[in-house]
């Protein structure tokens, strides 16, 4: 029988990544257009007649729809502006555990029963990873370049001791600073409709961090902030200025660090357009070429998939060919170094999270819209399903993913134990070392061990359910 090679192989990570996000977009939806939605409920609060059937005109009303807008409130202001309204903090209060689930399942929260799940490192690429921080100012240029910092720590650590220290002094870490103005004070709109001028706590938690890099008094930009925090946290200027001929950025610093030789090359841009996350790839590919690398972007927790939304879009509307794109992000309790102590990351409120579930189904609507699912084309439409089976649905798909996800690091580790053994390769974990002398000395196990092993990779490769996937790692 003849079998052709394009049936062998699996899905991949991009087609992966598109079904997932159309079973997120879906989930979402549900949350939009059904009566008991949560998304739903906070629209209905917003409007004083009947909601429209339509999802698009539901999530306008608790987030501007990006497609009849051209810009966009900041996160901080439509945080504020939920939080401030009676109505929408009851929703909120009332659905907490509901939305943190939510976030959980959308990969937006990796704090899940207070017990902090790993990021996704096993799909970082070391050969054409890219590593890049978006761009933010209050605490956010610190504690996303901790991100950064620690996720290619992982990447491109030589084993698993967990004191070695990893020299990154050959590696670049680029980070983007927008010129939005961050001024002293800002407008407050109150209830009743009219808007006063108060402090700015983004100005003022910034002074408080890097204030001795920053003008004296008045207004300065989020990529001067960036550069500020940089400085005060040890780094130093080698380069600075703009780049002769290119039109796609304004300037870029180049910082290495003054006392820690291990860092990696920190590359301040400001994009010459707006500075929206987009503009920052534009820059960055000006300097940089994107073609064929991988982008690991560092952010807040709840925007990750955000970020691994609007990377392959940027990609497809500048014809640049890049690999999948994974976004690290931070949760509530974590810590990171800052000048000479630690800086933690802020509990995150739910109301946080319900504004990025809206934005998610928008960037998503915008990312699959040319991209029709075809194992979905002759199929009959499906009826909407109730939250809560959406919600039970999802957890299964959810579950069979983290499954397939353990699998590839089992069988990514049975490849290392066999490749040990069979060079002779040396190593100080003694679960390894065990199992070297075990295989090594009997011939009957080791030939179990590699029938073993292809009889995982066959079943995962046909799409075995996941039951007898787990009855092939017992065995």
């Known amino acids: 029988m003849n079998v052709r090679p394009e049936t062998l192989r699996g899905p991949s990570p991009e087609e992966l990544d598109l079904q997932q996000l159309r079973r997120e977009s879906k989930l979402i939806e549900t949350q939009l257009i059904e ?27 608790i987030i501007d729809d990006p497609d009849a807008t051209e810009k966009r409130a900041p996160r901080a202001d439509l945080l504020d502006k939920t939080q401030a309204e009676t ?118 938690t910034i002074r408080s961090l890097a204030g001795e890099h920053l003008p004296e008094e008045g207004p300065f930009t989020e990529f001067t902030a960036s550069v500020a925090t940089a400085l005060a946290d040890g780094y130093r200027i080698r380069e600075l200025g703009p780049v002769e001929g290119n039109n796609k ?11 820690n030789p291990l860092l990696p090359k920190l590359v301040i841009i400001q994009p010459a357009a707006k500075g929206k996350f987009k503009d920052g790839l534009t820059a960055l590919h000006s300097l940089e070429s994107l073609e064929s690398k991988q982008l690991v972007m560092a952010t807040n927790g709840q925007y990750r998939r955000k970020d691994e939304c609007i990377a392959p879009t940027w990609a497809k509307d500048n014809n640049v060919n890049m690999l999948q794109s994974i976004a ?56 909407q399903l109730p ?49 070297q002398k075990r295989l ?9 061990f590699i029938v073993g092993l292809f009889a995982i990779i066959v079943i995962a490769g046909n799409n075995k359910p996941a039951s007898e996937l787990r009855k092939s790692v017992s065995n």
């Not at 009566?35 to 009303?61: C, F, M, N, Q």
Request: proline share 7%; hydrophobic share 35%; aromatic share 4%.
């Open 249 to 259: 950025l304004v300037t870029r610093v180049e910082l290495t660090h003054e006392t």
């Open 440 to 448: 090594s000395t009997d011939p009957e196990r080791l030939g179990a």
């Open 328 to 383: 690290l992000g931070d949760e509530p309790g974590d810590t990171f170094t800052f000048k000479g102590g630690e800086i933690k990351t802020d509990p995150r409120p739910e109301a946080a999270y319900v504004n990025e579930f809206v934005i998610l189904w928008y960037l998503a609507q915008r990312r699959l819209r040319d991209m029709p699912d075809a194992s979905a084309a002759d199929q009959p439409p499906q009826p």
């Open 35 to 61: 009566p008991d939605g949560i998304l739903h409920g906070l629209a209905d609060a917003k409007t004083t007649g009947p909601l429209e059937d339509d999802p698009r005109k539901i999530a306008s009303v």
């Open 387 to 435: 939250p809560q089976q959406a919600e039970a649905e999802n957890a299964d798909q959810q579950h069979a993913q983290e499954l397939a996800h353990t699998m590839q690091r089992f069988v990514k580790g049975l490849f290392d134990v066999l490749g040990m053994i069979m060079n002779g390769a040396k190593t100080t974990d003694q679960r390894v070392v065990a199992e």
């Open 87 to 204: 109505a929408s903090k009851e929703i909120i209060k009332a659905n907490s555990r509901q939305i943190i689930g939510l976030a959980e399942r959308l990969g937006m929260r990796k704090l899940v029963n207070g017990e902090r799940q790993p990021e996704n490192i096993e799909a970082i690429d070391p050969r054409h990873a890219v590593f890049v921080v978006e761009g933010g100012a209050n605490k956010s240029s610190i504690i996303r370049r901790g991100v950064a910092i620690k996720g290619m720590r992982e990447v491109y650590r030589q084993n698993n001791e967990p004191l070695e220290e990893v020299d990154l002094s050959g590696k670049t870490l680029y980070q983007f600073g927008a010129a939005r103005e961050i001024a002293p004070t800002k407008d407050k709109k109150g209830a009743d409709g009219t808007t006063t001028k108060v402090p700015n706590p983004e100005y003022e």
